[in-house]
């Protein structure tokens, strides 16, 4: 369903983010960020004027997973900043994430390691997609998305943990119609961390080559 219509009115200004999940050919994977602030005018910073048709911002983070979610790379990028080199002096310290789970607290641990003057207010914010990105890049193809366990393992395996997805947004709670119709057998059957608030389910790691 689309918004309502909107009042009459004007562009002012634009943000834009894009991630994109590649499975490399050593059984890693990247999660490419970019972040783009654009205006549909000249505009005056304290740099100097930046033109129509160039964006504020193009920031970019890119980290590399395994197939458990952990960090073992991570790299940032200013294309375009407001002041320049000042701004890309902050891009080393993104390599703080490595090491990291992004299903273990990460945005918390992420917005820790990189609080306040340590690194770039929008690059830190990129940080924020990142889990759920993954998430979607991993399933039916790391995960399956029916059983709950990792691609490969049979269904036996993963017999009493629910699929992944399960229990996590409004549509896919256990007592609704969404889990009632597609994961009949887990209707009304939450397991208990997740009745009590402290999921801590965590896919089954998968050998990093296929």
């Known amino acids: 369903m689309p918004l309502s219509p909107p ?18 050919e050593d059984g ?11 205006k549909p005018r000249d505009v ?10 160039l964006p504020i911002h193009e920031l970019w983070l890119r980290i590399t997973i395994d197939r458990a979610l952990t960090i073992v790379e991570a790299e940032a990028a200013s294309e ?14 993104y390599r703080a994430l490595v090491g990291l789970n992004l299903l273990q607290n990460f945005r918390r ?6 609080a306040g003057t340590i690194g770039c207010t929008h690059l830190t914010e990129l940080c924020a997609v990142l889990p759920t990105a993954a998430i979607q890049a991993f399933a039916g193809e790391v995960w399956n998305t029916d059983t ?9 395996n993963a017999i009493d943990k629910p699929p992944f997805q399960l229990g996590r947004c409004n549509a896919l709670r ?3 119609d969404a889990v009632r119709e597609f994961y ?10 997740v009745a009590e608030g402290t999921d801590t389910r965590k896919p089954e790691p998968a050998n990093q080559a296929k």
Request: hydrophobic letters at 40%; proline letters at 6%.
């Open 44 to 53: 005056k910073l304290a740099a100097g004027v930046r033109p129509k048709g």
């Open 109 to 114: 641990e992420s917005s820790r390691v990189l």
């Open 148 to 156: 709950g366990g990792a691609l490969g393992k049979t269904a036996d």
């Open 28 to 38: 890693l994977w990247d999660i490419e960020a970019c972040l783009t602030d654009e």
């Open 80 to 93: 375009w900043a407001p002041y320049g080199e000042l701004c890309a002096a902050s891009n080393p310290e």
């Open 184 to 193: 009949p057998r887990w209707f009304g059957h939450a397991p208990r961390a």
């Open 7 to 24: 009042v009459s009115r004007q562009l002012r200004h634009r943000r834009a983010i894009r991630l994109e999940a590649f499975e490399r």
């Open 174 to 176: 256990f007592d609704g």
